[in-house]
């Protein structure tokens, strides 16, 4: 009797968190959670990463996707790697629930561009600007260093800590994470301490050396008489032109200048992206 | 053995003359007379020969009387000569007192009677300057200066500037080395202009590069170099400039009422310091007419100094010594402009109670705008 009565429950208890997790995953994706054009993963990793993905995904309520692809110009018309993450956002229907929740991370390799791109109303609330630019923090180095797969581990780790502090209703921004916080008050700190005892110590120094007015002259300016030089040769010889191009970098790759909340574009993406 | 030396006197009541800056005349401080160099330098060129003629006499008799045993003298066994020691011995022609001093003073005054008195030859002959410029500004605006100098220095120790106490002041005419030349200065240069498009995703910078060449001459006039080693460089080089307009022939008329030096560093041990600043002048006036480019590298440069005239000048210099916590502090005034150098001493308390106290204000005010506000 009691073991019938154990596996009805567990029967239950399965079926209770196959149809959670059906109704989380609810999806018309139609590309698996890491798509890897670029072939810069093993068969293994990807079966990881994909696993990885998956699991998050039930977890948050948020699907959490890797793109990768060689020339992000060579499959659409996008001028930029932003909108080209929309056009693969929208074209495969990814996100799950409701409103397509998801972040996706897309990789072309021909320019090292990145993007990190999120929709749909928890995911926005999730991945403030400042916390994909933490985000993009965490993956940044491996991918400097060609460690793909560390890398992707890096951002799915991000993301579902991310997912979890926005579920308990702090989520990561400008004003309210505490590292930042810590380290802008030791900035302060030192600022306080630092320039002060510079401008302290110059302006000490400067009083110091007006003790001293007795030096030995090194120049005779004042007996050269008025017009009294004579310039005899005059050349000023063209040699040659050079050329240097430096790619400009985009401002939205850069760090440092949040105000808090998430910048959502009018077709209700958010974008955090860049070079790595 | 002393030697005779001169002072003038007052033609009309024979007191002691001195030279006044202010006036550009010879005054006696007795009856308030007063005459002009010219005058002075007449009246005592003729005593000069009178008395040279005398002295030859004398000389002469005393030879003869020391090689007649009747009348020589006692051998004087007492010491060495103060020529071995650098010193020379004169009597004071108004009081009669032996006074030794330097071999190279030129011009001092008694301390028994305080009459000024010039010593003879000093300044004559090979050794006599070409020019001088007499002294303008008196002892009290040398100290007037000394407390300028004093103000606007928070970290001077209290004590040093309320005692103010300056053991001594001596007007001192010190004797400069005046190199006249040219310099041929050949510079070049690698120069560039840039300038920067945007070309789309792209900040695009042209730069134009050039071998730029400089050649001129530059004259110089009269660039002094101190020729007493008892004057330190520093002192004498931070107060120049003089103003040569008012360089006049040297006369012994000028030295009355201030000290005055002979030179003992030559001209060919001076050189190398004129050559130096000559050198380094030429460059700099060169390479100033080089402009327009936004980078300017120096590429090569040569200098031939054509070295002319050199001219023996005695310049006009107050000096003011002091002494505070075992330490002697010159101070040195241009007695021409009244420009005035000298290091003074700093003190380390108040040096940290200012740093201390910028540090607090500086750091608390920026505590309140960080942290507060």
């Not at chain 1, 239950?12 to 670029?38: N, R």
């Not at chain 1, 017009?227 to 400009?248: A, E, F, K, N, P």
């Amino acid at each position: 009797m009691k073991k019938r009565w154990f596996l009805l429950c567990a029967a239950l208890l399965i079926l209770f968190s196959l149809s959670v997790s059906a109704a989380a995953v609810q999806t018309d994706a139609q590309l698996p959670y890491v798509y890897d054009a670029a072939q810069l993963l093993s068969d293994e990793q990807k079966a990881d990463l994909e696993q990885r993905a998956e699991n998050f995904t039930e977890l948050y309520g948020c699907g959490i996707y890797i793109v990768t692809v060689d020339d992000f110009t060579r499959y659409s018309d996008s001028y930029s790697i932003e909108s080209f993450a929309e056009q693969v956002y929208r074209s495969y229907t990814l996100g799950v629930g409701e409103d397509d929740t998801g972040i996706m991370l897309i990789l072309s390799m021909a320019e090292r561009d990145y993007d990190l791109c999120a929709y749909g109303a928890d995911a926005h609330t999730a991945f403030t600007d400042y916390g994909k630019d933490v985000l993009a923090n965490r993956f940044l180095d491996d991918f400097r260093n060609d460690d793909w797969y560390a890398g992707f581990v890096d951002y799915q780790n991000g993301c579902a800590s991310l997912l979890r502090q926005a579920a308990a209703g702090t989520p990561l921004d400008y004003d309210t994470d505490p590292a930042r916080l810590e380290t802008q008050k030791r900035f302060k700190l030192g600022v306080v301490i630092v320039v002060p005892l510079l401008i302290a110590l110059i302006a000490c120094l400067v009083m110091k050396g007006r003790m001293k007015s007795a030096v030995k002259k090194t120049q005779a300016d004042d007996y050269i008489p008025p017009r009294g030089m004579r310039l005899t040769q005059r050349v000023d010889q063209y040699l040659r032109t050079t050329q240097s191009r430096v790619r400009i970098e985009s401002n939205r790759s850069s760090s440092g200048s949040h105000h808090g909340g998430t910048s959502i574009s009018s077709g209700g993406f958010s974008h955090h992206s860049g070079k790595f | 053995m002393a030697s005779q030396i001169t002072n003038y006197k007052c033609p009309a009541c024979t007191g002691p003359l001195h030279f006044v800056g202010a006036s550009g005349r010879l005054e006696c401080d007795y009856c308030g007379s007063t005459y002009s160099v010219e005058e002075i330098e007449a009246l005592y060129k003729q005593k000069d020969e009178s008395a040279a003629q005398a002295a030859a006499a004398a000389e002469a008799a005393q030879a003869a009387s020391q090689q007649d045993p009747e009348t020589a003298q006692w051998a004087d066994y007492a010491g060495d000569d103060w020529g071995k020691d650098g010193m020379r011995s004169y009597n004071c022609p108004s009081c009669g007192a032996e006074l030794i001093c330097d071999a190279t003073t030129a011009a001092t005054s008694c301390p028994y009677c305080g009459n000024p008195t010039i010593v003879p030859g000093q300044l004559s002959g090979v050794k006599k300057p070409d020019y001088i410029i007499p002294f303008k500004l008196d002892k009290q605006a040398a100290i007037q200066a000394l407390k300028a100098h004093y103000r606007g220095k928070p970290l001077l120790p209290r004590v040093f500037s309320a005692q103010n106490h300056i053991e001594e002041i001596q007007g001192v005419y010190v004797p400069f080395w005046l190199f006249s030349g040219d310099a041929d200065a050949d510079l070049s240069f690698n120069c560039t202009r840039s300038m920067t498009t945007r070309e789309g995703q792209y900040r695009v910078t042209t730069t134009q590069h050039f071998l730029v060449r400089r050649s001129g001459t530059v004259p110089f006039e009269k660039v002094p170099v101190d020729a007493s080693s008892k004057m330190p460089d520093e002192n004498m080089d931070s107060i120049e400039p003089f103003d040569y307009g008012e360089l006049k022939p040297f006369s012994n008329a000028y030295l009355p009422g201030f000290l005055a030096n002979k030179y003992d560093v030559s001209i060919d041990d001076c050189a190398p310091r004129a050559d130096e600043r000559c050198t380094n002048s030429s460059v700099r006036a060169v390479a100033s007419t080089v402009t327009g480019y936004q980078t300017c590298t120096p590429a090569a440069q040569n200098v031939r100094l054509h070295r002319g005239k050199v001219d023996y000048a005695l310049l006009p210099v107050w000096m003011l010594h002091t002494k505070w916590n075992g330490k002697d502090y010159l101070f040195s005034m241009n007695g021409q402009t009244g420009k005035l150098t000298g290091d003074l001493p700093t003190s380390m308390g108040r040096f940290w109670a200012y740093f201390g106290g910028i540090f607090g204000s500086l750091a608390a005010v920026l505590y309140v705008l960080l942290f507060v506000l």
